[in-house]
């Protein structure tokens, strides 16, 4: 049964939240300026809060059931984290209100950059941007920036795996850069031949995501990082991915010289139906300069007596502001809190459990389905979703099946490299018995596909919709309800 | 180990089952001279203490809720009704994500689209995107949709002086690397008049600010005319509670609509998260970053919805896409569809007209006061310039004394602005608190 | 599938008819299948127009991917194929008839002998598969 939209639970005259009565002398509009319908719904409060509660009911999230979107991270949300990042202190302070009456929230932040510099092993932190993307854009901003400011401004190509996500070439377009594709070989690494033909004077840089996208550690690592520093390149980390590495390994140590974080993914901040996120970006000394327009910084020193005074402060050659205010505070206490609730020895069981449980899936479903990089593997893996002797089922058809089981399914059809991808990523947040009934689940799935594809074809049938019509939403595209005639030209 | 759920046993099964002897094992492939650093972090602490660590550090502000607040540029403390945090307090809102797999997903689908329709409903545009990181972000992307809309012909941007400073700083850093020229904001005397001088075949985009930075509300209809006829497209930034009370500019004329979320229903966190509000006209469409949900129907005869036109994002079109954005702020976008559904046609119009009646009140008193004046006499919506005796960090030094939150100092952007405050005034500032603003203000230069 | 002997082809998976010195093209059942369900097309060029081999002659959407079709020798514009815009669904039910996309002057005929046949194009679509 569908859920009526707010316009059409709307009721003429029916008003919501009441509001105080104007207590001050009033002031006549300006002439011209105002406009004379509003079209907006009228409902109570009521019917307002059971529509968003049924609308709810039909979703799936990480506290509904397994979620093992590959790339995505999708640990369990910790609800203390919700009580912290509500704390009024932190809640009703104004990004604008003097830095000496914010200094809690400065604090927060800069031990925040601090531990994410020291997870990474880098010497600088901005938490300015957004999500993963945006992290991205500054980090080649920052790489463009560096070659310029030595006074090269030939270098303008960016090397991007071909198994690398999207937002990586578009990051680079963005940027001014161009796009230079390296091929994968047949391990699933960068290709070091197709790589060191590349590598020239007009290279700016790589992306590089480590592990990479079919979840596995980079064999040649150190040569590729090698091999684009010798050309006079810079190395971006894509940091997706650090939940197999907390405190096993630093990409800094390895010589990425830049690497953005997820927040939402890594530090366990609710993903929201679509963000908020967080995306920090972090750098080694000589790009320090660069970062982000401001960053926190200790403007004085504390002592045994009293704490240091912080402030924000505009790096020196920093590439600009990339958004607006500081970044997301909301979203950096629960970051924090998550970090100070794991401590030290909890990150690295993060990191342990989030690989065993990856290899775990790994061992008990590839024989089952073809795992074409199939050797030990970190946080996740990628797994083929299709049979020779059952040509009519894809890897969509088998995502659908897995809703009739509870079970939001994995990343389809990414990486590109792998035909009918299905990534695999559980996290450490999952037991054993969650991994072995999505286990029992795929190899049900996979008998279906032989004794009777149909019903994965129509799947999925338990869910409160079946499959949406997604070419008649692109042809048709109603974006919209209520439209207004809106074009006075 | 918080939220680890794995016993020894768990372990001694998994792996033996992978065929390792231990833990460690699962790093082979990691260069041994760089493993298993020993990271300079803290020892874990339990849920049971961190609630009072973290409170300690929150209660080293001040914040809003104990002053009176006059603080706005950009961010503004509303009132937020209670279903808002309740609704994004369910836990399949926030912990699901992009609902790439429609069919478990409707909650947050249909969500998004009920936010793009009351979005549009208000700014008069078309179509609207799910959302972007914020208004600054959003208007750095409507000027690469009109970049992209000429085709990469056209390298001229007209940007307002009245825009938000930072908004501007934001255009300037993501256009870095396009070989763009920029102008009109290099003087706060260019107003539409003279931006629409600046316009040409070479412009891609002008951009204004409504109310602008300042507070002032003008009409750009001349400006919308002026930019059909160079061919450029109009982008107006809005403060979208503004527009519960004043014209939408659609009526203007304007291609894009942007601008900052945050007023609707989202508290003010020191910055962020906030929202990016991106709406603009159907023939754009196609060019407009985002996500985008539309209308569709299932296998069983059921009105639905899906993600579309997602052949323009990253995840398809790689470096050709129109924006890198991925992760947007979906719960945000939420929580503004939430706050304008229970406020309502009468609601948001009773909001934005408390807002305007006081802020004319405060101004009216202040005005009245003998050390100070006010900057401008045109029309203005909640906030409003005021010229200072002294230096606007010295005066909001003293206004803390009496719990009060004083305004911008518009110095530190705009040079020649020196002494002088930007005031905001909302629904929830009370007569008794703008009269005792009134008073301090008095005191303090008597001093 | 289709792979009209008549015709070449390039490896970017368009056709090309010669006819004196004119070409028309379009792109090929192998494209259009790979892509699926067209939901939009745009031509980005017009009468009169220069366009030289490989630069863009018009943009084609699926629900799953976006696509590029590029000329595949160089050539000036004489017709374009209006109706396609609003029936884009032409490119999967008739690739090589009523959903040609545009029509040229071949500029430089010596470009036609880099194409592929048919054979030759059917057999690079082959390999493609896995």
Not at chain 1, 93 to 122: C, K, R, V
Not at chain 2, 6 to 25: F, N, P, S, V, Y
Not at chain 2, 35 to 61: H, K, Q, T, V
Request: aromatic fraction near 8%; hydrophobic fraction near 40%.
């Amino acid at each position: 049964m569908i859920e009526p939209l707010i316009y059409d639970l709307s009721s003429p005259g029916r008003e919501g939240v009441k509001l105080p009565e104007v207590d001050v002398p009033q002031t006549a509009f300006p002439e011209g300026l105002t406009r004379e319908d509003l079209p907006l719904p009228e409902l109570s409060e009521i019917d307002v809060m059971r529509h968003f509660v049924r609308l709810s009911q039909f979703n799936h999230g990480v506290d509904t059931g397994f979620y093992p979107l590959g790339s995505c991270t999708m640990k369990y949300n910790p609800k203390v984290n919700e009580d912290t990042a509500r704390l009024p202190g932190f809640a009703f302070s104004h990004p604008l209100q003097d830095t000496e009456t914010a200094q809690g929230n400065l604090a927060l932040m800069y031990a925040l950059q601090e531990w994410l510099g020291e997870i990474g092993g880098f010497a600088g932190v901005s938490l300015q941007p957004a999500a993963g993307a945006h992290g991205e854009l500054a980090g080649i901003l920052i790489i463009r920036a560096y070659h310029r400011d030595r006074g090269d401004d030939r270098r303008t190509k960016i090397l991007v795996p071909d198994s690398a996500h999207g937002t990586n070439p578009a990051t680079t377009t963005m940027s001014g850069m161009e796009v230079i594709e390296i091929a994968s070989d047949e391990r699933g690494n960068v290709d070091l031949k197709a790589l060191r033909g590349h590598c020239d004077d007009c290279v700016a840089g790589l992306m590089l995501t480590n592990p990479n996208t079919l979840g596995l550690f980079e064999e040649h690592v150190a040569e590729v990082i090698e091999l684009i520093h010798g050309c006079g390149g810079l190395v971006y980390g894509d940091g997706a991915n650090m939940n197999a590495l907390l405190g096993v390994v630093r990409p800094g140590d390895l010589g990425f010289d830049v690497l953005h974080y997820n927040l939402h993914k890594t530090f366990s901040t609710p993903h929201g139906g679509g963000g908020p996120g967080s995306g920090p970006v972090s750098v080694l000394k000589h790009l320090v300069d660069f970062l982000p327009d401001p960053i926190v910084d200790v403007i004085e020193e504390g002592n045994d007596e009293v704490p240091p005074l912080y402030g924000l402060v505009r790096p020196s050659k920093s590439i600009g502001r990339v958004k607006s205010f500081h970044g997301h505070f909301g979203v950096a206490v629960r970051a924090y809190t998550y970090m100070r609730i794991q401590g030290k020895s909890g990150l690295r069981a993060v990191a342990d459990h989030a690989v065993l449980n990856a290899n775990y899936l790994r061992t008990r479903l590839r024989d089952t389905y073809h795992v074409p990089y199939d050797r030990i593997c970190m946080h996740e893996f990628v797994a083929e979703g299709w049979w020779e002797d059952a040509p009519q089922v894809h890897a969509l058809d088998i995502a659908k099946r897995l809703m009739d089981f509870g079970i939001h399914p994995p990343t389809n059809y990414f990486p590109l490299v792998v035909r009918e991808a299905l990534m695999i990523e559980p996290t450490e947040t999952e037991s054993i018995e969650m991994l072995d009934a999505f286990t029992d689940a795929m190899i049900k799935i996979a008998e279906e596909a032989r004794s009777d594809p149909e019903i994965l074809k129509t799947a999925p049938h338990n869910t409160p919709f079946g499959r949406l019509d997604e070419v008649k939403a692109a042809r048709e595209l109603v974006l919209c309800c209520r439209p207004v005639d809106s074009d006075p030209r | 180990m918080a939220y680890i759920p794995h016993t020894d046993e768990d372990r001694r099964t998994m792996l033996a089952t992978i065929g390792l002897k231990r833990m460690d094992d699962l790093y082979d492939a990691i260069p041994q001279d760089v493993r298993f650093p020993d990271l300079n972090l803290p020892d874990p602490i339990s849920e049971m203490e961190i609630m009072g660590e973290l409170r300690a550090l929150s209660e080293a502000n001040l914040e809003v809720q104990h002053v009176s607040c006059f603080l706005g540029a950009g961010a503004y403390n509303h009132f937020i009704p209670s279903v808002v945090d309740h609704t994004i307090r369910r836990n399949e809102f926030y912990t699901a994500y992009t609902p790439y797999q429609p069919e478990i997903s409707q909650g947050t689908l249909q969500a998004i689209y009920e936010y793009q329709s009351l979005v549009c409903n208000l700014t008069g545009m078309e179509v609207s995107n799910a959302s972007h990181y914020d208004g600054a972000t959003a208007l750095a992307e409507a000027v690469i949709l009109a970049l992209s809309q000429h085709r990469g012909k056209r390298g001229k941007v007209v940007l307002s002086p009245a825009i938000h400073p930072q908004f501007r700083q934001v255009v300037r850093t993501y256009t870095q690397g396009m070989g763009l020229t920029l102008v009109g904001d290099e003087s706060l005397d260019n107003g539409v008049e003279e931006l629409a001088g600046m316009l040409d075949k070479d412009t891609a985009l002008v951009a204004v600010q409504y109310p602008d930075f300042f507070g002032r509300i003008e009409d750009f209809s001349k400006l919308g005319e002026a930019a059909q006829e160079a061919g450029a497209l109009l982008c107006v930034v809005v403060n979208p509670l503004a527009l519960g009370l004043l014209k939408p500019p659609s009526d203007f004329g304007a291609d894009v609509v942007v601008g900052e979320g945050q007023p609707l229903g989202i508290p003010l966190a020191y910055g962020g998260p906030y929202l990016g509000i991106f709406t603009t006209r159907k023939k754009y469409v196609r060019k407009m970053a985002g996500r985008l949900v539309g209308e569709t129907v299932d296998s069983r005869g059921q009105r639905g919805y899906v993600l579309t036109l997602t052949p323009r994002e990253q995840h398809i079109r790689r470096e050709k896409a129109t924006s890198n954005i991925c992760t947007n702020q979906g719960l945000m976008a939420l929580a503004t569809t939430v706050y304008l559904s229970v406020m309502g046609k009468h609601g948001l119009r009773k909001v934005a007209e408390l807002c305007y009646h006081k802020a004319h009140y405060a101004a009216e008193q202040i005005a009245a006061l003998e050390d100070y004046s006010l900057w401008h006499d045109g029309p203005f919506f909640h906030e409003f310039v005021v010229n200072c005796p002294r230096p606007v960090t010295e005066i909001n030094d003293r206004l803390l004394d009496y719990d009060i939150l004083g305004g911008y100092d518009l110095g530190k952007d705009y040079p020649a602005l020196e002494n002088r405050m930007l005031v905001a005034v909302t629904e929830v500032n009370s007569k008794e608190e703008i009269d005792d603003l009134i008073s301090a203000l008095e005191e303090i230069t008597h001093d | 599938m289709e792979f009209p002997a008549n015709l070449m082809y390039t490896d970017n998976d368009e056709w090309i008819r010669v006819e004196g010195d004119i070409g028309t093209t379009g792109i090929t059942d192998y494209a259009q299948d790979q892509l699926s369900d067209i939901v939009y097309l745009e031509i980005a060029t017009a009468v009169g127009e220069r366009l030289e081999k490989g630069k863009t002659l018009a943009e084609v959407e699926s629900v799953k991917a976006a696509a590029y079709v590029y000329m595949p020798v160089a050539g000036i514009i004489t017709e374009v194929n209006e109706e396609l815009a609003d029936t884009p669904e032409m490119v999967n039910s008739s690739p090589f008839d009523e959903a040609w996309m545009v029509k040229f002057e071949i500029i430089d005929p010596a470009e036609l002998e880099d194409l592929l046949d048919a054979t030759a194009y059917e057999k690079h679509c082959q390999e493609r598969e896995h």
